[in-house]
């Protein structure tokens, strides 16, 4: 007789596992998810094989008027992202500065543009000639109003000063994310204003400005479609052109919805990279969880 059958007894026989079963975990949640993604993946299919006419679709994918559209677009996303950048990096400057005019002004401007909607600040500019015919110095130089503010410029101007006051925060937020004690440092050396942001400021806070910069960017992208009611030439506007003479309207949608998804991904695969480059050397928050 081993001292295991010594040892034992009736009640530990209770707790014996080894003739219990292993049964894997049912995740009912997945179950429910999946399902949900069944049938909505089963109604596109549903909504594809519908009326649409996917040979306008692809006869108009690549059509010259659209191609001319994603370049407008492209364009004004840059530039007024450009406007809305230096803008904001100067307003957020401006805000946290101790003088009191400054700061003001920078509160003021915030408070304006971001309270006006993108669509109506577009429409102001563009019928800036109503009660401006003219700009410049009188006895100098003057134009008329209409010849400068074409819908490119009015849609710049509109959609760039918008979205300055909103990088402005972007911005604020991420210089008071450095900590004070840089500040300090850097005057301890010597630096000046502009020296410390350029030097030290700057690229520490660039990781925290850089996702919600990057998000401003990619709807920047979308936000570009306003400008089709100014008469800008973009994606939209020149696919809503197309779709009045041949009367295909959803085929071109489909048109323009593909190119805004294509330039979208793209930015935001740019975004994940930048992000990297600008995390690197701080610790992953994957990676601790």
Do not use: C
Request: proline share 4%; no cysteine.
């Amino acid at each position: 007789m081993n001292v295991a059958s010594l040892t034992s007894s009736p009640t530990d026989a209770k707790y014996e596992i080894a003739h219990l079963k292993l049964v894997p975990k049912r995740h009912i949640g997945r179950m429910v998810a999946a399902g949900i993604v069944l049938l909505l993946l089963a109604g596109l299919v549903r909504f594809s094989v519908g009326q649409i006419e996917w040979s306008y679709v692809r006869d108009f994918l690549f059509a010259p008027a659209i191609l001319a559209g994603l370049y407008n677009t492209l364009l004004m996303t840059i530039a007024a992202m450009g406007v809305g950048i230096v803008l904001g990096v100067v307003i957020a400057i401006m805000r946290i500065s101790g003088n009191p005019v400054l700061s003001s002004i920078a509160i003021g401007y915030v408070w304006v543009f971001r309270g006006a909607p993108a669509l109506l600040q577009l429409m102001l500019w563009f019928n800036l000639a109503l009660i401006f015919p003219t700009l410049g110095i009188p006895g100098l130089f003057e134009f008329r109003t209409v010849d400068v503010m074409t819908p490119f410029v009015a849609a710049v101007l509109g959609l760039g000063l918008s979205q300055g006051a909103y990088t402005s925060e972007v911005v604020r937020s991420g210089l008071l994310s450095v900590d004070s004690g840089q500040y300090e440092a850097a005057r301890t050396i010597g630096m000046t204003q502009m020296m410390m942001l350029r030097r030290i400021v700057l690229p520490q806070a660039m990781r925290v400005m850089v996702p919600p910069v990057g998000n401003e960017v990619i709807g920047m992208v979308k936000l570009t479609s306003l400008a089709s009611v100014i008469q800008y030439s973009e994606i939209l506007h020149n696919a809503q052109i197309i779709y009045f003479a041949n009367t295909r309207v959803l085929e071109l949608l489909l048109v323009a919805s593909f190119w805004y998804l294509l330039v979208v991904s793209v930015l935001s695969v740019g975004q994940h990279y930048i992000e990297r480059y600008f995390g690197r050397g701080s610790k992953s928050i994957r990676s601790s969880m």
